[in-house]
């Protein structure tokens, strides 16, 4: 989603990780002075505040995004942006984040200065691109089970409205179409 149709810069905040991929509904900024801008394969770290820092992501749209301060960006090459946001994740690499948070309940603060001396392993590239395959397949897995989900809700709504037989009808055909484009993939 490059720009929103009034011209405005999609900002994503820290709230915004963990979901960017089925949230379309983020901050608008209409300024564009100031905004740093987001680039494919960025890895995206919340920042800022009680229950949401340590979150990550990495951030894999096309378009012109933006972000605010309390998210930090990890822009390198070192490193497959899905083997480093995997790890960022894992026990080891959240508890480096937590080592190297300050301030006081509500207000704690993880530095960009501070994520540069995080201590990540070196994989060969082969196995570093095997975490980016697979977190993809997990995403696509996540929205087909969203997706079904949904269909299931809908599915009890047209049992109630109408009857079983239809209910079970249109879930067939939900799943099965759902069969046939994750085939495609």
Same mark, same amino acid.
């Given at each position: 989603m490059p720009y929103s149709e009034d011209g405005t810069i999609p900002i994503i905040r820290s709230g915004d990780l963990g979901n960017i991929d089925n949230n379309d509904d983020f901050l608008r900024s209409s300024e564009t002075e100031n905004i740093f801008y987001l680039k494919k394969g960025d890895v995206l770290i919340s920042s800022?505040?009680?229950?949401?820092?340590?979150?990550?992501?990495?951030?894999?749209?096309?378009?012109?995004f933006g972000t605010?301060?309390?998210?930090?960006?990890?822009?390198?090459?070192?490193? @497959?942006p899905y083997y480093l946001a995997a790890f960022f994740r894992s026990m080891p690499g959240q508890m480096q984040i937590e080592r190297y948070i300050t301030g006081a309940t509500g207000q704690l603060h993880l530095y960009p200065r501070d994520v540069s001396k995080f201590w990540?392993?070196?994989?060969?590239?082969?196995q570093q691109n095997a975490f980016e395959v697979l977190a993809k397949q997990s995403d696509v897995k996540r929205n087909n089970a969203s997706h079904l989900l949904d269909a299931a809700k809908r599915a009890v709504e047209i049992a109630i409205e109408r009857n079983e037989s239809a209910a079970? @009808?249109?879930?067939?055909?939900?799943v099965v179409k759902t069969a046939e484009e994750t085939e495609e993939e």
């Open positions: 800022i505040g009680f229950g949401s820092i340590g979150k990550v992501q990495v951030f894999d749209k096309e378009g012109r605010v301060s309390e998210v930090t960006v990890v822009r390198q090459s070192k490193y @497959n990540v392993p070196v994989l060969p590239k082969y079970l @009808n249109y879930l067939e055909s939900i």
